[in-house]
């Protein structure tokens, strides 16, 4: 009788401190053991799976290395390849020519064609927007966004015309790394453009400094003039475009549904990939704190994670997945998923499923680690199915839609 009374004492107290948490999907040490988080769950969230089964289709292959996916109005697909062409995807996943008008695409290293936007009113005035990596001075090199009329032709072919480069990051420099690249419309028509700080110690040390405009989230009207209501208009020295400061390389970005708010998730060092709400004005504080360490080993600037005035990431992993494209999930087509943030994943060769509660990651799930294949982008269709663009010289635009 004492035994039973016991067991049930055991039970009823293991009910009432909840179930056991579940085991991380990371299983790796990190690299920076001594760096804590913040607050409960900011790495290696327990493990949480959605239950969803899925299969996955090939929408087009043959892609030099595609960078990024955006849904025209009319259901097809424009896909951004990293040498430096910009090629339209018909509904029987046939590929056009490249598009012509493009400005010249510096493709070296990091660089080339990146990020695709589609205007609001696209419908009506048949602009795109695309970020890429220029060398306008000859060695020196950094990221800039052109805008044009997308105008294709009944046999297929397609160009730009009426080009305009509406933005020049500043300053240029003698490096072919962490351009950053993404575009994202918010709600109210301004464009954010990510940019990343360039990788070299000259760069790095410039992503808090507002006097330039190295690892920062910038925004702009759609015409590359700068809103009024950007937070540093009226600082003295400052470079008006800053919306967010003190970012490593961004390269996913994707607006909350929720919220409207701007999501980034950016690359780290060894160790400290995150993902941050950049919110007007604030500084995130990439080099002076981090929760990575030098690839070559040893502490980042002091070593440290956390600083009065210095916002915390969402979420971080170390070791890295070497994230890049970012989407929410909002269809119909997978219930299950609806709410969750999804991260393609390079290193990680795999897509990260994030289950949030409002702002904060409560479980992770990896996805898509059958294909063993470099995520370079995730987008959600207009069919609810996820799009992923695979980065190799012979890369895929997959979709993953339900089982059966």
Known sequence: MRRL???????????ACGPTQAASVETRPPNAPNLKPAFENQTRAPEMKAGVEYEVKTVAEGLANPWAIAFLPDGKLLVSEKAG??????????????????????AKGQGGLL??????????????????????????????????????????????EAVQVIFHQAPSLES???????????????????????????????????????????????????PKDNPFVNTAGARPEIWALGLRNVQGAALNPATGKLWTVEHG??????????????????????????YQGGPIGAGISAKDGLEQPVYYWDPVIAPSGMAFY????????????????????????????????????????????????????????LYLATDSAEGRILKLVPKG
């Not at 009374?5 to 009910?15: E, G, K």
């Not at 950049?278 to 995130?284: D, H, L, S, T, V």
């Not at 080099?287 to 990575?292: E, F, L, S, V």
């Not at 994030?354 to 479980?363: A, F, H, I, P, S």
């Open 269 to 294: 060092a060894r160790g400290g990939d995150e993902v941050n709400i950049p919110a007007a004005g604030k500084n995130y504080g990439w080099p002076t704190i981090t929760y990575g360490i030098e």
């Open 115 to 160: 990020g695709l936007a589609i205007d609001p009113a696209h419908a009506k005035n048949g602009l795109i927007y695309w970020s890429y990596a220029e060398n306008p001075e000859g060695k020196m090199t950094n990221t800039a966004v052109a805008r044009g009329k997308l105008v294709v032709a009944a046999d297929g072919t397609a160009k730009v």
């Open 176 to 226: 072919t790394l962490h351009y950053g690249g993404r575009l994202v419309f918010a709600p109210d028509g301004k464009l954010f453009i990510t940019l990343g700080e360039r990788s070299i110690l000259a760069g790095r040390m410039q992503a808090e400094r507002l006097d330039g405009l190295l690892g920062k989230v910038v925004r702009l009207n759609s015409d590359g003039s700068v």
């Open 5 to 15: 009374l016991f067991t049930a004492a055991v039970a009823a107290l293991a009910s």
């Open 85 to 106: 062409r910009l090629r339209i995807v018909g509904a029987d996943g046939a590929l056009s020519e490249p598009v012509a008008g493009l400005p010249a695409v510096y």
């Open 330 to 385: 909002n269809a119909a087509l997978f219930p299950k998923w609806k709410g969750s943030l999804f991260v393609g994943g390079l290193a990680g060769k795999s897509v990260t499923r994030l289950t949030l509660d409002g702002e904060k990651v409560v479980g992770e799930e990896r996805i898509a680690t059958e294909l063993n294949e470099r995520i370079r982008d995730v987008v959600v269709g207009p069919d609810g199915a």
